[in-house]
């Protein structure tokens, strides 16, 4: 059962198809760090997924293009060919129906949605998407949408202890980040933010931290996950906003540490050996 706060349901990452399997063509630095669940092909035809589950109850969603044509009008549009973080999403113990009553100023009514797993299972769900044309295309990433499930829980996210030990010893998510290009847009989201998890947000003129909830408590995990809202503080952030908006990455993912990784160490695991990055993937050990 999904818990009463607003806790972090997944995150979506989109990667190429391999044009075999019709499946995320995933970077060896995820086959080296994770153990990877066959997901399957949603409902519209138009994606495919891959999981990364994980011990607290969320997963990141490794998703596909099928069809670079069915790209455009898509909520997760409109480049087929993009790479990177693309979304976030939470869920609560309340009805679809009795989420959307508290978030009806940003968000549209609930959708349902479903694929068809790997092993020929289906899966069922209600989303909510944010307000604005395409399923909120404009504004996936700044503004999470809801997912509840119509299925039980564990048909959509089967954790299990051998799904969730990964190589890197990854338990569950501590930060997301989301890089806004001026003040204005910035105190628009810190009031969006403001509304779904409550008024938590820091003072600091250009930043402002959010906690969202873990599906599962996880003993070396002690607070949920940080949002950080902020401008961007560097010339690259500064090049990539003046192509959008908005950023959403840099996803820092906590691990219990060890001799050789002790608390604090820290390391980014995509854009090395030569393989592109997708926003920021880190690993911190704590």
């Given at each position: 059962?999904?818990?009463?706060?607003?806790?972090?349901?997944?995150?979506?990452?989109?990667?190429p198809?391999?044009?075999?399997?019709?499946?995320?063509?995933?970077?060896?630095?995820?086959?080296?760090?994770?153990?990877?669940?066959?997901?399957?092909?949603?409902?519209?035809?138009?994606?495919?997924?891959?999981?990364?589950?994980?011990?607290?109850?969320?997963?990141?969603?490794?998703?596909?293009?099928?069809?670079?044509?069915?790209?455009?009008?898509?909520?997760?549009?409109?480049?087929?060919?993009?790479v990177?973080?693309?979304?976030?999403?939470?869920?609560?113990?309340?009805?679809?129906?009795?989420?959307?009553?508290?978030?009806?100023?940003?968000?549209?009514?609930?959708?349902?949605?479903?694929?068809?797993?790997?092993?020929?299972?289906?899966?069922?769900?209600?989303?909510?998407?944010p307000?604005?044309?395409?399923?909120g295309?404009?504004?996936?990433?700044?503004?999470?949408?809801?997912?509840?499930?119509?299925?039980?829980?564990?048909?959509?996210?089967?954790?299990?202890?051998?799904?969730?030990?990964?190589?890197?010893?990854?338990?569950?998510?501590?930060?997301?980040?989301?890089?806004?290009?001026?003040?204005?847009?910035?105190?628009?989201?810190?009031?969006?933010?403001?509304?779904?998890?409550?008024?938590?947000?820091?003072?600091?003129?250009?930043?402002?931290?959010?906690?969202?909830?873990?599906?599962c408590?996880?003993?070396?995990?002690?607070?949920?996950?940080?949002?950080t809202?902020?401008?961007?503080?560097?010339?690259?952030?500064?090049?990539?906003?003046?192509?959008?908006?908005?950023?959403?990455?840099?996803?820092?993912?906590g691990?219990?540490?060890?001799?050789?990784?002790?608390?604090?160490?820290?390391?980014?695991?995509?854009?090395?050996?030569?393989?592109?990055?997708?926003?920021?993937?880190?690993?911190?050990?704590?």
């Amino acid at each position: 059962m999904a818990p009463t706060t607003q806790a972090l349901d997944h995150l979506i990452l989109f990667l190429p198809m391999e044009p075999t399997t019709k499946f995320p063509d995933c970077p060896q630095f995820f086959k080296d760090n994770f153990t990877l669940t066959p997901g399957g092909f949603h409902a519209d035809g138009a994606t495919s997924n891959t999981l990364i589950l994980l011990a607290d109850g969320s997963y990141i969603e490794l998703i596909s293009f099928l069809e670079r044509d069915l790209a455009h009008a898509h909520w997760w549009g409109s480049d087929a060919g993009y790479v990177g973080w693309k979304d976030w999403c939470l869920t609560n113990g309340n009805s679809p129906e009795d989420n959307y009553k508290s978030i009806s100023g940003t968000h549209v009514e609930p959708l349902q949605g479903g694929r068809k797993r790997a092993d020929g299972i289906d899966v069922k769900w209600a989303v909510t998407f944010p307000k604005g044309p395409k399923g909120g295309q404009a504004s996936r990433g700044r503004i999470p949408f809801f997912c509840h499930d119509i299925t039980a829980r564990n048909i959509r996210v089967p954790i299990d202890h051998e799904k969730t030990s990964h190589l890197s010893g990854v338990l569950g998510v501590l930060q997301i980040t989301v890089i806004v290009k001026d003040q204005a847009l910035l105190e628009e989201t810190k009031d969006i933010y403001s509304s779904i998890f409550g008024r938590q947000g820091d003072k600091v003129l250009n930043e402002g931290d959010f906690r969202a909830g873990r599906v599962c408590e996880v003993e070396s995990l002690n607070d949920g996950p940080k949002i950080t809202l902020r401008l961007p503080e560097s010339k690259e952030e500064m090049e990539q906003i003046e192509k959008t908006d908005f950023v959403y990455g840099n996803i820092v993912l906590g691990a219990k540490s060890d001799i050789e990784r002790p608390p604090g160490f820290k390391l980014r695991i995509d854009g090395g050996n030569g393989e592109a990055s997708v926003g920021g993937l880190w690993i911190e050990y704590i």
